[in-house]
């Protein structure tokens, strides 16, 4: 980009808005994935008039456009790989308005997940999606990347809550999908194709959200078992018996022997467990939480603890908190897939799993909502040891063929983004893949928006 177009872009955004220096291009070129690509610049709109205004000079001059909420993402979605310019959200993050008798809010992309939920919850409402980095992830982000979370069993994930949208094309028009009602199918639901659109589509500038009234009672259990069999035929007995927790996570014993090594919480007794929860009206959760109880120790449960008020839950959601930090005590890296299921199968995903990593020699661990059979498959890695990328790279594929194979899909909450777009076709057929990309071109023709995701090749 030369200088006019750099100073274009300062008159829209204003003076301390886009930032060229090597620091804060090396502070935008990475996500979770730990993949790094150096955009040109980061700008920093304050406004959907500057960014319709920045995608309309963007499009003229043909340069690509990267929306970013907190970078958080695991495939990669945010990470400019073609340069250009990265648009960060961070100063769209204004909560603009709570409707209590109509049930929905009305947000910018860069309001943070957890913070919009406190706000709600302190109305009485509820936003139930809960990605795992709600604290620091954004809206826009979950949007793009139609985030789920331990609630999707019972809640459903991010597009169910997404009412309508605004949102700039690639052209820089502004258009607004959907609206403040429940119900509606006016035409074709281009609300659903810009969720987990992973920002390839349209950059969304504000979003309406559904709200639901707060929960009258909480009750979590932590169920511990020897063995893994019973703690995933528990999963679908539970779900069989007619209850639908609000979470249901399963945790394998690589992941309780790292957490009993990180902090005594004592479960390090245990080869599995479960963490439950379920809500309603207060008389409902005693009775469905003796019967999740029940159901547990006919599979084996031996030691299970329930809390119900606020800090006891607390402690008892500490065991599945602190699995991410404390894997790296297996190894200093690793790859996170999270894969889906048939919550049936969820024993043989993770038992072959174990059986990939024995013949690769690389170290697993398996965890995540098996309510859903959303289950995290990590990949522990050294990148300093020779081969060791490579193989872990071959043990993917093959955890993604098994997935298949037992009648899954390779992605339940991630995207595609870059990581996943080479194994994009073991999914889906050419015709599929060809009507995604021609979606892509009749809204991007030029193809600035969030270039080079999803698609293999691109």
Known sequence: ??????????????????????????????????QRFLPEGVIFPGSAEEVASLVRLASRNSIPIVPRGAG?????????????????????????????????????????????????????????????????????????????????????????YVLGLEVVLPDGEVIRTGGRTLKGVVGYDLTRLFVGSEGTLGFVTRAILRLLPYPEKV????????DQEGA??????????????????FIDRECVA????????????????????????????????????????????????KASDRRGRKRLWEARRAISPSLRRLNPHKINEDVVVPRTAIGDLVAGVREIGRRYGIKTACFGHGGDG?????????????????????AVKEVFQLTLRLGGTISGEHGIGITKAPFLKMELGRREIDLMRSIKETFDPKGIMNPGKVFPGD
């Open 1 to 34: 980009m030369d200088e006019t177009i750099l100073k274009e872009i300062e008159a829209i955004v204003g003076r301390g808005n886009l930032s060229t220096s090597i620091e804060d291009r090396i502070c935008y070129s990475y996500d979770a994935t730990n």
């Open 258 to 305: 790292c957490v009993s090594d990180y902090r005594d919480m004592g479960i390090s007794g245990a080869e599995a467990i479960l963490l439950i929860e379920v809500d309603g009206r207060e008389g409902v959760v005693e009775r469905e939480g003796a019967m999740i109880e029940e159901v547990c120790r006919e599979k084996g449960g031996f030691d299970i603890r």
């Open 232 to 249: 995933a035929g528990a999963v679908s007995a539970i779900i069989s018996s007619g209850i639908l927790p609000s979470a249901l996570e």
């Open 219 to 226: 009750l979590t259990i932590l169920a511990l078992f020897p």
């Open 374 to 394: 959303n289950i995290h498959v990590n990949l522990m890695i050294d990148r300093r040891v020779p081969g060791e990328i490579e193989r872990a790279e071959e």
């Open 72 to 160: 958080s993402g695991f495939t990669g979605g945010s990470l400019p790989v073609r340069g250009g310019l990265v648009v960060s959200t961070e100063r769209l993050n204004r909560i603009l308005e709570v409707d209590r008798e109509n049930l929905f809010c009305i947000v910018e992309p860069g309001v943070v997940t957890g913070d919009l939920q406190e706000e709600v919850e302190s109305m009485g409402l509820f936003y139930p999606p809960d990605p795992s980095s709600l604290k620091f992830c954004t809206i826009g982000g979950n949007i793009a990347e139609c985030a789920g979370g331990p609630r999707g069993l019972k809640y459903g994930v991010t597009r169910d």
